[in-house]
């Protein structure tokens, strides 16, 4: 854990933002550079950044490691880091001139779906008092998290084909070894449902009203897809509609609407953004307005970076000029300064708004303050109005919001579905 602070006494009592890191349940620190907290702290909040075991680490189960458990379950480790460390904030922050009883937990991507479950879950419960989160969230009909029982079997199949059949024996082997060897044979590595943690989906929790009711600010990139369609389509030339087929079966067609009109390349991104970003966020914020008492307030980061080529990937000649997955983080922790980019006046007014907007967030729970517009929370009811953070800062009316509730639809009716 890191800490960063600005205040000069026991009992100042700031507001304390812990920020949870993405990078796919796979990668990732809380010492990235993107994430030094000082700027943040610089405004008064306390800022902590966290690590949680990642991989196989993280989520790897076996039925050995569940009957060696007091609750009989395996596999939630890197979840079970992140509330140990939530434990840890309320009994020490006070020592670093924190505020016990105001916590913030914010996260991005896979640090946002680890918030959504936190939010969801029973054994977060009054460990935090409000949540950030940005383009991600385990708010699905379907979510891509395996079930215990599945993630056992799977352990199981993994240590039998290496001839590995006691825990002493999986413990002997290296580390890379494990990392390797269950990326090879396809082991899920990602947060799963029946568990200690996540005993039912989060969809489950808000529909019967038993989340963490706390304020959320929640939101995602104006192009969030655009570097992970090779992910999301089996190939580069895979017809759109063969891969809505495989994802959402019998109830295709109406999703296949949404995008006619537009070209095979933009809607790759389109369908890859809506699908694993934009429609999960939309529909963690719908089912909060719907079934919460407390506010959620939506933004939407729609602003190019000047990033320099290779930036991403080194196999790309050309990185787009686009708002990207991830590419806001340095503008919420003002750090324009901890990356190698050739920024303009308005990055510099951006991060000073957007960091400035979740500090605001962080202390009372609404991000409204001079130098925005009247920032008004979601409803459900008037339209999907975000707080767009671009060439301009203003709320903005999002045009889309009939296709989530498409998506969302179709992932209720459709028939049995395949990765790819």
């Not at 840890?88 to 505020?99: A, E, L």
């Not at 979740?358 to 009247?374: E, I, M, Q, T």
């Given at each position: 854990m890191n800490v960063w602070t600005s205040a000069t006494s026991e009992g100042t009592r700031q507001p304390v933002i812990v920020w949870i890191h993405g990078g796919a349940f796979l990668a990732g620190s809380g010492a990235e550079p993107r994430y030094d907290g000082a700027a943040l702290a610089s405004q008064g909040v306390v800022l902590v950044t966290i690590n949680y075991r990642l991989g196989a680490?993280?989520?790897?189960?076996?039925?050995?490691?569940?009957?060696?458990s007091s609750t009989h379950h395996a596999g939630?480790?890197?979840?079970?880091?992140?509330?140990?460390?939530?434990?840890?904030?309320?009994?020490?922050?006070?020592?670093?001139?924190?505020?016990?009883?105001?916590?913030?937990?914010a996260g991005e991507s896979a640090g946002a779906n680890a918030v959504s479950i936190l939010v969801a879950s029973e054994l977060a419960r009054g460990l935090f008092h409000r949540a950030i989160a940005q383009s991600g969230s385990s708010m699905e009909s379907d979510p891509p998290t395996s079930r215990v029982a599945e993630a056992d079997a799977a352990g199981q199949r993994l240590a039998d084909s290496l001839g590995l059949h006691t825990l002493a024996e999986l413990r002997a082997q290296p580390a890379q070894e494990v990392n390797r060897m269950t990326s090879r044979l396809g082991v899920m590595l990602s947060p799963r449902l029946g568990?200690?943690?996540?005993?039912?989906?989060?969809?489950?929790?808000?529909?019967?009203r038993r989340q963490n009711d706390v304020p959320m600010l929640l939101g995602w990139n104006g192009d969030e897809g655009r570097l992970f369609t090779g992910l999301f389509f089996a190939s580069p030339t895979q017809?759109?509609?063969?891969?809505?087929?495989?994802a959402f079966g019998s109830a295709t067609a109406g999703v296949q609407?949404?995008?006619?009109?537009?070209?095979?390349?933009?809607?790759?991104?389109?369908?890859?953004?809506d699908v694993w970003f934009r429609y999960p966020v939309w529909a963690w914020a719908r089912a909060q307005a719907t079934t919460g008492r407390a506010p959620v307030y939506l933004a939407l980061f729609d602003w190019a970076p000047p990033l320099p080529d290779n930036w991403y990937d080194s196999t790309l000649a050309h990185t787009p000029r686009?708002?990207?997955?991830?590419?806001?983080?340095?503008?919420?922790?003002?750090?324009?300064?901890?990356?190698?980019?050739?920024?303009?006046?308005r990055d510099t007014a951006l991060a000073a708004a957007l960091s400035a907007s979740?500090?605001?967030?962080?202390?009372?729970?609404?991000?409204?303050?001079?130098?925005?517009?009247?920032w008004m929370p979601y409803s459900g009811r008037d339209g999907l109005r975000m707080m767009r953070f671009g060439d301009s800062t203003a709320m903005y009316l999002e045009p889309r919001e009939g296709t989530y509730e498409v998506i969302g639809a179709a992932l209720r009716a459709r028939g049995p579905a395949t990765s790819k």
């Open positions: 680490f993280g989520f790897f189960s076996h039925p050995l490691l569940a009957a060696e939630e480790y890197a979840l079970l880091d992140q509330l140990a460390a939530l434990r840890w904030v309320q009994r020490n922050i006070g020592r670093f001139g924190g505020d016990s009883a105001n916590v913030t937990i568990g200690d943690v996540l005993p039912q989906t989060v969809d489950a929790r808000f529909a019967a017809p759109v509609a063969a891969r809505l087929r495989s609407r949404m995008y006619s009109g537009m070209s095979d390349e933009d809607a790759r991104v389109a369908i890859t953004s686009a708002p990207l997955h991830a590419v806001d983080i340095v503008y919420a922790f003002n750090n324009l300064a901890k990356v190698p980019w050739t920024f303009a006046a979740w500090v605001r967030f962080a202390r009372s729970g609404d991000p409204n303050g001079s130098g925005l517009p009247r």
